[in-house]
T-cell receptor
Framework: DTGVSQDPRHKITKRGQNVTFRCDPI?????LYWYRQTLGQGPEFLTY????????KSRLLSDRFSAERPKGSFSTLEIQRTEQGDSAMYLC??????????????FGSGTRLTVV | SQQGEEDPQALSIQEGENATMNCSYK?????LQWYRQNSGRGLVHLIL?????REKHSGRLRVTLDTSKKSSSLLITASRAADTASYFC???????????FGKGTSLLVTP
């Protein structure tokens, strides 16, 4: 493993279109997180998986957003009917399990979404 | 909402100087972590300090934690141009399973 991989790196889409991002975590990590980051801000939590179970979702994750992690491996984040306000960097991170947040996250390089 | 708040928002120093960034938070925590982000890239984990620790070192980094004041500081000694980045502190979200990041301190180190 060379780290957390995210694909694509950049995505430009027209308003109203659907987009899907993929994240491949470090294989030993059973926890996977999605964050969103806008310019000048820190990452904002979207959702968290422990293995294949989605255990927590932020209220930022509207019903247009859905995330999956089939078989506890890679994860996808889909945004339906994109809006200009969805333009942001979408970051994926993974970590080992344990109690609470005992381990640091390994982040991917992110997917930059631009909605035009 | 973001629990951690870094201070200052921006810091400009010359190579060789020390850089100190502070983080304040609102509720009790299990641990506090610091991350670095180079422009347009993902974040890199720097150091984790547990709530029962007061100080921790890693290379040129020194982190302190004062749980009574709900604050932490990150000191980078003998800074280098390569230290130019944004630095974020992160604490547990209420659920305890994910991290909550502050808005970050933007550090510029000039040669």
């Amino acid at each position: 493993d060379t780290g957390v991989s995210q694909d694509p790196r950049h995505k430009i889409t027209k308003r109203g279109q659907n987009v899907t991002f993929r994240c491949d975590p470090i294989s030993e990590h059973n926890r996977l997180y999605w964050y969103r980051q806008t310019l000048g801000q820190g990452p904002e939590f979207l959702t968290y998986f422990q293995n294949e179970a989605q255990l927590e979702k932020s209220r930022l994750l509207s019903d247009r957003f859905s995330a999956e992690r089939p078989k506890g491996s890679f994860s996808t984040l889909e945004i339906q009917r994109t809006e200009q306000g969805d333009s942001a960097m979408y970051l994926c991170a993974s970590s080992l399990g344990g109690t609470g947040t005992d381990y640091g996250y390994t982040f991917g390089s992110g997917t930059r979404l631009t909605v035009v | 909402s973001q629990q951690g708040e870094e201070d200052p928002q921006a810091l400009s120093i010359q190579e060789g100087e020390n850089a100190t960034m502070n983080c304040s938070y609102k509720t009790s925590i299990n641990n506090l972590q610091w991350y670095r982000q180079n422009s347009g890239r993902g974040l890199v984990h720097l150091i984790l300090i547990r709530s029962n620790e007061r100080e921790k070192h890693s290379g040129r980094l020194r982190v302190t934690l004062d749980t009574s004041k709900k604050s932490s500081s990150l000191l980078i000694t003998a800074s280098r141009a390569a230290d130019t980045a944004s630095y974020f502190c992160a604490t547990d979200l209420n659920s305890g399973y994910a991290l909550n990041f502050g808005k970050g301190t933007s550090l510029l180190v000039t040669p």
